[in-house]
């Protein structure tokens, strides 16, 4: 997107350096990652980062309302796993921005999800940083908003993750992690903060009170989880042995807690109003269908990952849909391809990535992610046996 950097980087693009790159991100834990590196980062202009910058603010208004929770009660539904001692408020948030233009051709961002749960939070600044070790012409370009240096963002994370205890009690639960498709940044957060990578499997109750045994088979509290499990997954488990409840009230603290995962989601986009986010309705309130149809995309509620979406739909599959309130009509958007590559260009998604500490107003952008697509989504099976697309990061224009 900024033409000159894209050009030089282009130019001097050779395979052999890509490989060099990602055997580099595999020797830092001996570990291959199984999601696709996309062979270039992304260079944000200052035009467009601004734009950026003014919807996620624009979301930020809505989420820190008073009436936020009320408006986001019915996010729970009859099977939803509701935690108790939920946090007045979520620690992590993040926010896909489509890549899109206007009726002008201007590029704008349009919001296309979000989340109130961690994302690759440490995994994105070791792929910055590999980036900017392996093509030196990069070693000036920041991946960190606002004058945020590594240091800096790395104590804003331990801050959040740790919040002032001793790393050994402190969990990131998962289920299996090592078996996950994000293992890669568990094991960067296990680097970055020395904390324990725990599968549900693995922590057992006493009272109110939640264990682990140690590598010395010692008996160890946890006082504070790190929460990656995502209930949908654990709902397809029954196999799996929990010794404790999640819809237990425990003598523990939440770094992230579940509940917000539902509450900032899928569920939410209908509650804004923005010229950043394309008009959504709840499937259950609409009275009369748009009727320009084929402009509008079906999403479930409550699946993950883009599974369910329907891209093309009609108003004789809407009306077979009995279970209208799980689902979500969002206009389309048109990903302008922006990103050069050697063949055609790629379409682009900008995750931003937020943090939400207790003792502050609002919200902070502190770090992002960026996918590469040349498909008609963004998942894995639309880009299949192609070049320069994956997950990478985005470094700004100074």
């Known amino acids: 997107m900024v033409n000159e950097l894209r050009k030089r980087f282009n130019e001097q693009f050779s395979q052999d350096t890509y490989q060099r790159f990602l055997a580099d991100i595999e ?20 035009s467009f980062y601004a734009l950026v910058e003014e919807a996620c603010e624009q979301l930020i208004d809505v989420i820190v309302s008073p009436d936020y929770k009320a408006k986001t009660e019915a996010s729970f539904h009859e099977n939803t796993l509701k935690v108790p001692n939920e946090t007045d408020k979520p620690l992590f948030l993040v926010f896909d921005f489509g890549v899109c233009s206007d009726e002008k051709g201007n590029l704008i961002p349009q919001l296309i999800e979000l989340q109130g749960f961690p994302s690759l939070y440490n995994f994105q600044n070791l792929l910055a940083d590999t980036f900017r070790k392996v093509y030196p012409e990069l070693s000036s370009l920041k991946n960190l908003p606002s004058g945020l240096t590594s240091e800096e963002y790395h104590q804003l994370l331990d801050q959040a993750i740790l919040s002032g205890h001793q790393p050994e009690n402190v969990v990131l639960l998962e289920i299996e992690p090592d078996q996950q498709a994000t293992a890669i940044d568990f094991y960067c957060a296990r680097k970055d903060h020395g904390i324990k990578l725990l599968c549900v499997t693995e922590m057992f109750e006493e009272g109110n009170q939640l264990f682990y045994s140690n590598d010395s088979g010692h008996k160890v509290q946890v006082k504070r989880i790190y929460n990656r499990v995502i209930f949908d997954e654990l709902e ?46 709840y499937l259950d309130q609409i009275t009369e269908y748009p009727k320009d149809l084929e402009n509008f995309v079906l999403k479930p509620l409550y699946s993950f990952a883009g599974a369910g979406v329907e891209l093309h739909i009609t108003r004789e599959r809407l009306d077979e849909i009995e279970n209208r309130e799980n689902y979500i009509l969002q206009r389309k958007v048109n990903y302008e391809p922006v990103i050069q590559t050697p063949d055609i260009p790629a379409k682009m998604e900008l995750r931003v990535m937020l943090l939400w ?24 099976k639309y880009n299949k046996d192609k070049t320069w697309v994956g997950g990478t990061v985005g470094f700004f224009e100074a």
């Open 27 to 46: 020797s830092q834990f001996n570990y291959k990652q199984p999601f696709r590196i996309a062979e270039t980062p992304a260079f944000i202009p200052k």
């Open 236 to 281: 397809r488990r029954p196999d799996l042995n929990l010794r404790f409840d999640f819809a237990k009230g425990y003598d523990v603290e939440w770094a992230g807690h579940p509940n917000w995962f539902y509450r900032i989601s899928k569920f939410s986009l209908p509650l804004f109003s923005s010229p950043y986010v394309p008009e959504t309705h």
């Open 357 to 380: 500490l207790p003792d502050e107003a609002r919200p902070r952008i502190v770090n992002n992610l960026v996918r590469l697509s040349k498909g008609e989504m963004l998942g894995v």
